[in-house]
């Protein structure tokens, strides 16, 4: 990579600069969402173990059963909704 010239980095307008920093952002932008859809995946592997577990006791808290459910119908919902972002956001 070769350096700009200083004088021609500061002759550039703040429109060309955004314009040459905007794969960067949008490549950066992309990689956060990425991030949280791995944390969401986290998340959920470790509460379907934690519901696994709930199955497996001599006494089920069918409520707390239940709430951990919905945990799981929620991140689903989530990760879904982030990959539909990431998708319109960044088509291929």
């Known amino acids: 990579m070769k350096l700009k010239p200083f004088q021609e980095i500061l002759k ?30 986290e998340k959920l592997v470790t509460a379907e173990s934690e519901i696994q577990e709930m199955c497996t006791q001599k ?14 119908a929620i991140l689903e919902r989530r990760k879904r909704q982030y ?9 291929a």
């Open 12 to 41: 550039m307008s703040k429109e060309k600069l955004d314009a040459v920093m905007a794969p960067i952002r949008a490549h950066k932008v992309k990689t956060q969402a990425q991030l949280e859809m791995a944390k969401i995946d």
């Open 83 to 91: 990959a539909k972002i990431v998708e319109e956001l960044f088509p």
């Open 59 to 72: 006494e089920i808290n069918f409520d707390g059963l239940i709430r951990k459910l919905d945990e799981v």
